[in-house]
C-alpha cells in the first residue's frame, strides 16, 4: 500500500502511529506530498483525494482512502491477527462504540480545534496557503482545546488509556492533537497531571519513539 503524506505533520504521524502499532510499517510505502507548496490542492492529487489532505491510502487495488479514521480501520481490519498485537479499533461492539466516541471528541475537539486556531488566529502554514481567516472563531477554539485537554484529564484519571484499559486509535489521535498544540504553542495547563502523565507513557511506546 501507499500512504502520501508529509512526515511530522499530526495527522500523517496518526497513521504512520498506528501501523507502527500493528508492526507493519514495513508493508507501506511512504510517498512525499509537497503541502508547503500546494501539491495536496493540485488537481492531479484532488483526482486521488478530493479532500485535498494528507495521508491518502492507496490500495493495490487502486482504491483511496482519506481520512484518519477510515485509514486506521482500514489497517487495524485488515492486519487483525497478527500475533502480539491488539486492536486499535476494539474487538467488541462495546469497545468499539467506546473507542471511536473517544477517538471523535479528541480528533474534533482538540486536534480539529487546535487546528482552526493555527490556521485561522496565527499566521499558520503563511498566506500562500492561508487564504481566509478569522481570528475571533480561530481563538473560540483554542478554548475548546484547552477544555477539551481538562475533559481528558478527568478520564483519564480513573483510566490506563482513553477508551478503557487498551491503548486505542483514540490515544493516538489525543496524542496527535498535544503534539500539535505544542507546534502552535498552546499550553498544556500543568496540573493535568493525568494527561501529562499519559502523554509521557504514550511517548515511550515503540510506534511513537521509534
Known amino acids: 500500500m501507499k500512504i502520501y503524506d508529509i512526515e511530522n505533520f499530526p495527522n500523517p504521524a496518526r497513521i504512520r502511529i498506528a501501523l507502527g502499532e500493528k508492526g507493519i510499517a514495513d508493508k507501506a510505502e511512504f510517498i512525499p506530498v509537497d503541502v508547503m507548496n500546494g501539491e495536496h490542492r493540485s488537481d492531479d ?13 492507496e490500495l493495490e487495488c487502486g482504491t483511496m482512502l482519506s481520512q484518519c479514521t477510515a485509514i486506521t480501520e482500514y489497517i487495524d481490519a485488515e492486519y487483525d491477527n497478527l500475533p502480539g ?41 503563511g498566506p500562500d496557503l492561508e487564504t481566509y481567516q478569522n481570528e475571533s472563531w480561530g481563538n473560540r477554539q483554542k478554548e475548546t482545546a484547552v477544555a477539551t485537554m481538562k ?44 494527561l501529562l502523565s499519559w502523554r509521557e507513557k504514550v511517548a515511550a511506546r515503540p510506534s511513537v519513539a521509534g
Open 45 to 57: 492529487f484532488k483526482a486521488k483525494n478530493p479532500d485535498a489532505t494528507v495521508p491518502c491510502l
Open 85 to 125: 498485537y491488539t486492536s486499535l479499533t476494539g474487538d467488541t461492539p462495546k469497545e468499539r462504540a467506546v473507542i471511536h466516541m473517544m477517538n471523535r471528541r479528541a480528533e474534533a475537539n482538540l486536534l480539529d480545534a487546535v487546528g482552526a486556531y493555527f490556521h485561522f488566529a496565527t499566521p499558520g502554514l
Open 151 to 194: 475533559y481528558l484529564n478527568t478520564v483519564l484519571r480513573d483510566n490506563e488509556f482513553l477508551a478503557g484499559k487498551n491503548f486505542s486509535m483514540a490515544d493516538i489521535t489525543a496524542f496527535a492533537g498535544l503534539a500539535f498544540a505544542d507546534f502552535a504553542k498552546i499550553d498544556i495547563p500543568s496540573e493535568l497531571t493525568h
